[in-house]
């Protein structure tokens, strides 16, 4: 089969596509011939930056039809369709996943729906839900076209906000966000961000994080979830008593499966419903995995960027 790996750090021209034999799967994990993989900016940010041993194997998430069962894997049978958190070897056309990050993907989807559609909305929701939102709240999504953010503004609006803002890199994407729903959109250079909100949620961090804080109403909420690091001024929270929080999609799979698994059921009700929208910037065949993380380096995306065997 094959696979993408890289052997040293760098920008995307360091993945390479490789012949390799099949992962064989553990106790507890499923091998999935893969339909679809996810590719994620803190995953192009490994790949650059380090934080995987070489050689590096790209992971995320991933969906298609169960090829094997490991020893003493229960509740799924061989041809069942799924998708799943995937920790390495995702950019293949074999994967092994721990079953317990799997979950089945309804008829009448298919696989890209569903990497488009799982992982960024756990993240959306899960963040939302860490802000404690009270209905007629206000929120500020921040890198809202992203693969996470689209979501997140989307759900924001359904879950009773009262006006949903959509922070954004580029005044290109403002057309896209406001499709999804959202009221207003900042672009992050501008003057003012508008008037204050009562929950921020932010995918972006770094330098980001002082204006996102100062968009706060007193007693506002940001959830930080971005893999771009930053700091923040006590200062700033004690002035309108201020809260930051964070949230960590795996630290809730470990510990709330229950959670997960009403946030999974929901999503897809929401998607057959056609009140929510996965929606895919583009779809590359695997050799183009270089492809896809400069769509993502160049900020580019609006929704999810795809892989396909
Ligand atoms: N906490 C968790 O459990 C968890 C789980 C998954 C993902 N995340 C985080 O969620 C964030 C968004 O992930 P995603 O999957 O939605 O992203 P994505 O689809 O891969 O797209 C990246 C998005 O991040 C924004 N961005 C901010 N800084 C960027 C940079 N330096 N380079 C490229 N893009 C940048 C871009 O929008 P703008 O250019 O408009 O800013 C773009 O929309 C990431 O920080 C990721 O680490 C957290």
């Known amino acids: 089969m094959r696979r993408v790996r890289f052997h040293e750090y760098g920008g995307p021209e360091v993945l390479r596509v490789e012949e390799a034999a099949a992962p064989v799967p553990g106790p507890g994990e499923l091998l999935i011939r893969t339909e679809a993989m996810g590719v994620t900016l803190p995953m192009v940010r490994k790949v650059r930056d380090g934080g995987l041993p070489l050689p590096g194997s790209p992971g995320g998430e991933v969906a298609g039809r169960i090829a094997a069962l490991g020893p003493s894997v229960t509740g799924f049978a061989v041809g069942d369709r799924v998708t799943a958190l995937c920790f390495r070897d995702s950019y293949a056309e ?3 996943v721990s079953a317990a990050m799997a979950s089945p993907v309804p008829d009448g989807a298919d696989a890209v729906d569903a990497v488009a559609l799982v ?3 756990l993240v959306a929701l899960g963040a939302y839900t860490a802000a404690r939102p009270e209905p007629g709240e206000s929120v500020l999504v921040t890198g809202a076209a992203g693969g996470v953010g689209h979501l997140a503004v989307q759900l924001a609006r359904m879950h009773g906000a009262s006006r949903v803002v959509a922070a954004v890199s580029s005044p290109a994407k403002a057309g896209f966000v406001r499709a999804l729903g959202a009221d207003e959109v900042v672009v992050y250079d501008d003057a003012s961000w508008g008037d204050p909100v009562d929950v921020v949620l932010d ?103 795809v892989l396909v065997p």
């Open 94 to 96: 074999q994967a092994v």
């Open 203 to 305: 995918a972006v961090g770094g330098e980001l994080l002082t204006p996102a804080v100062a968009a706060l109403a007193p007693g506002g909420r940001l959830v930080a979830y971005s893999s771009g690091g930053g700091t923040i001024a006590a200062y700033d929270l004690l002035v309108g008593g201020r809260t930051v929080t964070g949230f960590q999609m795996a630290r809730t799979a470990a510990t709330r499966p229950d959670l997960m698994e009403r946030w999974r059921r929901e999503l897809w009700e929401l998607r057959a419903a056609g009140r929510l929208r996965a929606a895919v910037h583009a779809v590359l065949p695997l050799a183009e995995a270089a492809a896809a993380h400069r769509i993502i380096e160049s900020r580019a995306n609006l929704g999810k960027v």
């Open 119 to 121: 992982r960024g909305g």
